[in-house]
């Protein structure tokens, strides 16, 4: 019973499918025919010329879609007819000595659309075309194609005599549209299908089988309707397609369909193949459905009928799943019994031994944890809570250790950072000290000033690669300063900050009178850096003229300023800089490679900031001091916490980014040690960030405090951070103790020595609520301290906090809120 409804519905569902399928290759085909006038009408609208006709037909084939192999027009007069055909993405104009050998006559068209009015649009049917094609192999080269074509009056010259514009598609994109539905690229396709056979086939209102859907993994495959005319007798070939098929009169159902598409509608049939002895395919689901064409009058006609033969085995493969379901649920339930069983006798045995699991991993791992049994058993029960009992301790412990490391780490980041071994080593890695505008230390700084110097010492142009903010400027000047030409002049041109000609005149100059403004002569770059170095910076932005112009005078050492009919010899060594790809750049066709390869002599890379980060110390020092002078402070200093800040950051800017960081911090402080809240890094905001928190009311309770070690334990994260202004002094280990001893006494538990800033009564009442809720108000802490306490001392206490580091103030107004530093 079960498998007869499976049957029904999935009976139901194929007829589903087929019937949508088949409606959506019908609605393709409609719509092909539909664009394809489309097109027509819109070229119709503009001038029918041999170019614009042209580049109509480059545009279809440069942005895809539909392919047309010939693009006409016929004109009343005889000397300005076009013809146009495509032929793997080039077309050509037939020339008019080779316009009789096309076929058929294309001057028929003048009287079978004769009668067509503007705006309307002729359909023909299909017929084979020859078109002569001229190739460099062939002068009698001919295309051959099955196509159909598209006409429409056209009043080219606007005096009322109308040629004709005709558009022709090969009928292969057609045979596309089907064999794309019956393969697994299908828009509809949803699941894999089986193996059998299933093809759709076109065919026209009088009977004609024109041809059916084929493989797409066949490159090419011909027009052919073998699959559909199995079976069946009839009459193959017709005057303009071979392969086309008309079934005789005895074929009932196909001249049923015939009548039924006639008529425009569409039906779905089962049909069983009485000449087909296999169970599985006898029956077959036969579907069909018109396809309509619009001329311009607004009545759609049915110009052409799909139908889809669809053999399908999935009812006879539901019959086997069915069947495996079967096992499959006897298996399964013989299995459940089984565990059940194995279930129940070992919850006999469990509790003592998931005690005696936990207690050894507690020695192995040393992760303490509670344990818990999901048991009903006392002894186990009152076991458990006991060990829970001693862990909680443990626990509390722990959490109270941690805290204390956490606070005096924190105090410890905002302490003077000492960079002075960082700087003594730096000085003693550089190894080279004959170029000092490089700053830094390490393997990289090694290889790059030992690249420097090598490329110094010989008289060839240089290539300087590197990511923006590298140092690539100081890199060229360190060249020129190192080579033979140092005497002479550094001319520095940044290609990227002028456009196509104020860099060529830049460049080459000009002479009195070349353009209107040109009342003296200019010498230009080449000719001012003569005897010595020539530096273009963001060479990548030079457009191809000027790559061009850069190309004979690197190559031939001459230049021509512009206006002048003499070539001047330069001696000039070129140093270009780049922060892309140019090999990219020669692959997409914007930098000439020649050049690329006359300019890449010697080439020095400029590492970024994160390839070595053992100079974040050296050079955050060296441009300290530059900032200081700059600013007119002295004795700066930066933080631990800063420095850690500094050396962990990715600097997506590099060494021009972290000389900005600095400068800004330098100009911003008001303090001798520069902390890492006042190094405001890319994408940083916090304060923003802090006072866009959804505000949640935390209603004040009363805390004891002699819970107050504890609280904060459980709650804070990190009390003190890096965030304040001013620098927190260490409190000895003494005094904290006496303060923790006199203030947060403990009934069970000896006190613990905490190093922290010194809170008042009032504080120390306060904070684990505050922590507890993140954030307070002034009012909310007047609530929990009690006792009528003023508005000025509340917020005195909360600002007397924020200098120590343990909350951070956030808003303005009545909308002002201390929150918790983490």
């Given at each position: 019973m079960s498998y007869r409804v499976s049957y029904n519905f999935i009976d139901i569902a194929l007829e589903r499918t087929v019937r949508v399928q088949t409606l959506a290759i019908a609605h393709d085909v409609s719509t092909f025919l539909e664009t394809c006038k489309q097109d027509l009408l819109f070229v119709a609208q503009g001038a029918v010329t041999e170019k614009e006709l042209l580049d109509f037909l480059a545009r279809k084939n440069t942005f895809g879609g539909i392919t047309y192999r010939e693009l006409s027009y016929i004109s009343p007069n005889e000397q300005e007819h076009v013809f146009l055909v495509t032929n793997n993405g080039k077309s050509i104009r037939i020339p008019e000595n080779k316009i009789s050998a096309m076929t058929p006559d294309p001057f028929l068209i003048f009287e079978e659309a004769k009668s067509l009015e503007p705006g309307h649009v002729m359909l023909t049917r299909i017929t084979q075309a020859e078109y002569p094609f001229p190739s460099i192999d062939s002068v009698n080269h001919r295309v051959?194609?099955?196509?159909?074509?598209?006409?429409?009056?056209?009043?080219?010259?606007?005096?009322?005599?109308?040629?004709?514009?005709?558009?022709?598609?090969?009928?292969?994109?057609?045979?596309?549209?089907?064999?794309?539905?019956?393969?697994?690229?299908?828009?509809?396709?949803?699941?894999?299908?089986?193996?059998?056979?299933?093809?759709?086939?076109?065919?026209?209102?009088?009977?004609?089988?024109?041809?059916?859907?084929?493989?797409?993994?066949?490159?090419?495959?011909?027009?052919?309707?073998?699959?559909?005319?199995?079976?069946?007798?009839?009459?193959?070939?017709?005057?303009?397609?071979?392969?086309?098929?008309?079934?005789?009169?005895?074929?009932k159902q196909f001249w049923a369909m015939i009548k039924v598409i006639s008529e425009g509608k569409t039906d779905l049939q089962r049909i069983t193949d009485e000449k087909n002895n296999s169970q599985d395919s006898s029956q077959y689901y036969f579907s069909y459905a018109p396809v309509t064409f619009d001329s311009g009058d607004g009545n759609k006609e049915v110009f052409w009928g799909v139908a889809l033969v669809d053999r399908s085995k999935l009812t006879t493969s539901a019959r086997y799943r069915h069947m495996d379901s079967l096992f499959i649920i006897t298996l399964i339930a013989v299995i459940g019994i089984s565990l059940l069983l194995f279930i129940i006798s070992?919850?006999?045995?469990?509790?003592?031994?998931?005690?005696?699991?936990?207690?050894?991993?507690?020695?192995?791992?040393?992760?303490?944890?509670k344990i818990d049994l999901n048991i009903?058993?006392?002894?186990?029960?009152?076991?458990?809570?006991?060990?829970?009992?001693?862990?909680?301790?443990?626990?509390?412990?722990?959490?109270?250790?941690?805290?204390?490391?956490?606070?005096?780490?924190?105090?410890?980041?905002?302490?003077?950072?000492?960079?002075?071994?960082?700087?003594?080593?730096?000085?003693?890695?550089?190894?080279?000290?004959?170029?000092?505008?490089?700053?830094?230390?390490?393997?990289?700084?090694?290889?790059?000033?030992?690249?420097?110097?090598?490329?110094?010492?010989?008289?060839?142009?240089?290539?300087?690669?590197?990511?923006?903010?590298?140092?690539?400027?100081?890199?060229?000047?360190?060249?020129?300063?190192?080579?033979?030409?140092?005497?002479?002049?550094?001319?520095?041109?940044?290609?990227?900050?002028?456009?196509?000609?104020?860099?060529?005149?830049?460049?080459?100059?000009?002479?009195?009178?070349?353009?209107?403004?040109?009342?003296?002569?200019?010498?230009?770059?080449?000719?001012?850096?003569?005897?010595?170095?020539?530096?273009?910076?963001?060479?990548?932005?030079?457009?191809?003229?000027?790559?061009?112009?850069?190309?004979?005078?690197?190559?031939?050492?001459?230049?021509?300023?512009?206006?002048?009919?003499?070539?001047?010899?330069?001696?000039?060594?070129?140093?270009?800089?780049?922060?892309?790809?140019?090999?990219?750049?020669i692959k997409e066709g914007e930098f000439r490679e020649d050049l690329y390869y006359r300019l890449k002599v010697v080439t020095v890379r400029t590492p970024s900031l994160k390839e070595h980060p053992e100079s974040i110390s050296t050079l955050t020092m060296h441009y300290l001091r530059q900032a200081e002078k700059m600013v007119d402070k002295q004795n700066l200093a930066l933080s631990k916490g800063a420095m850690v800040k500094l050396k962990t950051y990715d600097w997506p800017g590099n060494i021009r980014e972290l000389i900005n960081i600095i400068t800004r911090a330098v100009v911003m402080t008001e303090h001798e040690v520069i902390q890492a809240s006042e190094l405001r890094l890319e994408g940083e905001d916090l304060i923003e960030k802090t006072a866009a928190i959804p505000e949640k009311h935390c209603p004040p309770h009363k805390t004891d405090p002699a819970k107050s070690v504890s609280a904060i334990s459980e709650k804070a994260t990190h009390p003190i951070s890096e965030y304040g202004q001013e620098k927190t002094e260490s409190v000895s280990s003494t005094a904290t103790s006496d303060a923790a001893q006199n203030s947060m006494p403990h009934p069970s538990a000896p006190t613990k020595d905490i190093s922290s800033p010194k809170l008042n009564a009032r504080q120390r009442k306060a904070f684990p609520e505050i922590v507890r809720c993140k954030k307070i108000s002034r009012q909310e802490y007047q609530n929990i301290v009690g006792e009528d306490l003023p508005s000025r001392t509340a917020v005195y206490d909360l600002q007397d906090m924020v200098k120590k580091r343990l909350l951070m103030k956030t808003g303005k107004g009545p909308s002002t809120r201390y929150v918790v530093v983490e």
């Open positions: 051959t194609s099955h196509i159909i074509q598209f006409v429409t009056p056209c009043d080219s010259d606007g005096d009322g005599r109308y040629g004709y514009l005709v558009l022709a598609v090969d009928i292969m994109q057609v045979r596309d549209i089907l064999s794309l539905y019956n393969s697994p690229q299908s828009p509809l396709w949803g699941y894999p299908r089986s193996d059998q056979i299933r093809f759709n086939f076109l065919f026209d209102p009088h009977g004609w089988i024109l041809f059916q859907s084929e493989d797409m993994n066949r490159e090419g495959p011909p027009l052919s309707t073998y699959l559909t005319r199995t079976n069946m007798e009839g009459t193959l070939g017709h005057p303009n397609l071979n392969c086309a098929f008309r079934p005789s009169t005895a074929n070992r919850m006999v045995t469990r509790p003592m031994l998931q005690l005696s699991r936990n207690v050894k991993e507690f020695r192995s791992t040393g992760d303490i944890k009903a058993s006392y002894e186990s029960e009152m076991l458990s809570k006991t060990i829970n009992e001693m862990i909680d301790i443990i626990h509390k412990q722990r959490e109270e250790l941690e805290l204390q490391d956490k606070i005096m780490q924190a105090a410890s980041l905002t302490e003077k950072a000492d960079m002075t071994n960082d700087l003594i080593h730096g000085e003693e890695s550089s190894g080279l000290d004959i170029i000092p505008e490089i700053v830094g230390y390490g393997p990289k700084i090694v290889q790059l000033k030992s690249d420097i110097l090598k490329a110094s010492q010989a008289n060839v142009d240089v290539l300087i690669i590197g990511e923006t903010g590298t140092g690539k400027q100081l890199a060229a000047e360190a060249v020129h300063r190192h080579s033979n030409r140092s005497d002479k002049p550094f001319i520095s041109i940044n290609c990227g900050a002028l456009d196509e000609n104020l860099l060529l005149d830049t460049l080459f100059g000009h002479v009195k009178g070349a353009f209107t403004e040109a009342r003296s002569n200019r010498k230009g770059a080449f000719l001012e850096a003569h005897d010595g170095t020539l530096f273009l910076d963001e060479i990548q932005a030079a457009s191809s003229k000027v790559q061009q112009s850069l190309l004979r005078a690197v190559s031939m050492r001459k230049i021509k300023p512009l206006g002048s009919d003499k070539d001047i010899d330069v001696d000039v060594r070129l140093i270009a800089a780049t922060n892309v790809n140019l090999q990219e750049l």
